[in-house]
């Protein structure tokens, strides 16, 4: 996986190339579909309902699109990949998402950076 330099940042909004799309599909799935979570809203930032029409429009996306997200967005993606690897474990992630557990980790700090570096 190419490291997340490719996001580009812009104000308050990140572009995701279709490889991290697909991990963005992966992750937003997971947490909607896939695992309970309780006090979703303020685990992942926002409802389930402000996710869902995010997730369509990523099945219905052409491949090799560029998606872009805004910050709450953004935040809302960091949280779903924290909550899916604490969720699903090692095995479990590579498995269900088809990306390396090791690899999203370092996505995850990655993302933080970003994120935190918006703050300011």
């Not at 697909?22 to 909607?32: A, M, Q, R, T």
């Amino acid at each position: 996986m190419e490291r997340l330099s490719h996001i580009i940042t812009s104000g308050f909004q990140f572009n995701l190339d279709s490889a991290k799309r697909g991990l963005l599909h992966s992750v937003l799935n997971e947490i909607i579909n896939g695992f309970f979570l309780p006090d979703f809203n303020k685990v992942i930032g926002t409802d389930k309902e402000n996710l869902e029409p995010l997730l369509a429009h990523l099945c219905d996306l052409p491949k090799g699109a560029v998606i872009t997200l805004d910050r709450a967005q953004t935040i809302a993606f960091h949280n779903a990949l924290r909550e899916s690897l604490r969720e699903l474990g090692v095995e479990e992630f590579d498995t269900r998402t088809g990306y390396r557990f090791e690899e999203v980790q370092r996505i995850l700090r990655e993302l933080k950076v970003l994120i935190d570096d918006t703050h300011s």
